[in-house]
């Protein structure tokens, strides 16, 4: 590392200041040694002062053209579905894909000037920039109408935790909405906004969805920017759609895909050879007969995905049934095994606290050449505090603490095992995918609970129990970054009560960047059949 030049800092370094660091960091130096780094600091410290505004390359909007207006907190805010609500709307957008439709963000989504809580208390934080997604939504004629509850830093299955309150199912008060983009599932499904964005790290928009009977893409890795959004761990962090309809889906993936020159996991050029537009092609395959739309595709029933502890067996019949309706649209329709999937789910609930907390409650974004919020990382430090951490829900909590005992006990390299059996993993179900255009399994593997009564400051044991298993399925593919798609195709019976009927979601696994295949049986399968007809309670 070469010698920055030498120079008088706005703060001199002197070996006063450098000690303290020194015994922190358990080093001891020569008196001589202390006195010669400590020049070396001063001129550090010199350049540091001498950095350029870095508010000045951040994607600050411009009011006058990106407007928003009406900002406030709702009284009524539709059975905790609203964090905030804003319009915000291009004067002068690009395209009309979106014109006259309204759209939901998720509420780790940054809009500048309104807050976004990341459905806690733990910081309170008002962005000065637009998420690339929100730009790309207003350029697009839509107008963003506000900003959906979520699950406490994200990383909660149920919808209880957030900072707003709980979030009822939509089809039965009382029982919960998936999570953690749980807001904008139920905004969709109610019919409240048209579209919605939401984020998935281990199933965050395929649950919601499936629990509240709507659309939801998880995309392939890569394809959606997630620039200016909170993240849990840039190797798991998607941005995707979830909507009523998979033309929707489509039309919305359409808008916010492709690179913006921000996120590192995207190719700083077009995506050659991949698709970047899928309306017109759902569009042309729904028009054909009903028995050619899928003809050609190979479809694959994952064996394991229906294998899962603990598993409802009506959700498995009416997902299986719902796979096989696709041999009527023309698909050839088989079983396909990959037995790593049942280890996948370990991976990834051993991989997120081994060192996400980093990013996802730290704000260390080390490593990236991504839009940074340092003036996020000061309203938190570089540990929690006691009120911090009292203000997580049981997931991010024990996230916190499981951190903190696995860089005790394991230090970097039980994060560096998950991340080489995730390679592993990915090759698995790329083979499968060698003979099949897309795999199947249920989304989730058992119906929506009830939303429970002490809310998340009950028990955290009892909480977390409740959600165990529903990652089993969604996890897997956020590790190996592959495109999974839930699709509503039916109703069972709730658990606690035979007599509530919940939705459920068939989950589409694609190959990397064939996004489209994903969209494509999704669409033959909603205009073959009528999801609200198939209700499986044991007597179908």
Known sequence: MSLIQPETGPEKVTGELLNPVLK??????????????STLLTSFEAAIASLPDDQQVQPRPNLEYYPRSDIHVPDDNESGAWATKVTAKCTVPKSALLKGRTVALKDNIALAGVRCTNGTSMVEWVPGIDATVATRIMDAGATITGKAACENVCM???????????????????????????????????G???????????????????????????????????????????????????????????????????????????????????????????????????????????????????????????????VRSAAMKLSELGASVSTVSVPVHFEAADAWLISVPALSPKDALLGERLGRKDLHFPERCDLVGDKLTQAQFD?????????????????????????????NLSKALGDAYDLALRDVDVLITPTLSRPPLRVPEDGFRGQPLKLMSMTTGLLANTSPLNRTGHPALSLPVGFTPAT????????????????KFKDADCLKVAAAWEKGFDWKTLIFDGNS
């Open 391 to 419: 203000a997580l829900g049981p997931g991010g909590s024990y996230m916190y603490l499981a951190y903190l005992w696995a860089q005790d006990r394991y230090g970097p390299k039980l994060h560096a095992r998950c991340m």
């Open 496 to 511: 606690e009560d035979p007599s509530v009927k919940l939705p459920v979601g068939m989950q589409i696994i694609g190959r």
């Open 156 to 190: 909660e299955g149920i919808s209880c935790t957030s900072v707003t309150g709980p979030i009822h199912n939509p089809y039965a008060k009382g029982y919960n909405a998936g999570g953690s983009s749980s807001g904008s599932a139920q905004l969709v499904a109610t």
């Open 192 to 318: 409240s906004v048209d579209l919605a964005i939401g984020c998935d790290q281990g199933g965050s928009i395929r649950m919601p969805a499936s629990a509240c009977g709507i659309v939801g893409l998880k995309p392939t890795w890569g394809l959606v920017p997630y620039t200016g959004i909170l993240s849990l761990d840039a190797t798991l962090d998607h941005v995707g759609p979830m909507t009523k309809t998979v033309r929707d889906c489509a039309l919305l993936l359409e808008v916010i895909a492709g690179p913006d020159g921000w996120d590192d996991r995207q190719p700083p050029v077009e995506l050659g050879g991949y698709q970047l537009q899928y309306v017109n092609d759902l569009d042309t395959l729904t028009s054909l007969p009903k028995n050619a739309m899928l003809s050609g595709m190979k479809v694959g029933i994952l064996s394991e995905g229906f294998q899962i502890p603990g598993h409802d067996e009506n959700v498995a019949n009416c």
């Open 24 to 37: 922190k960091a358990g080093l001891k130096l020569s008196d001589s040694l202390v006195e010669e780094y």
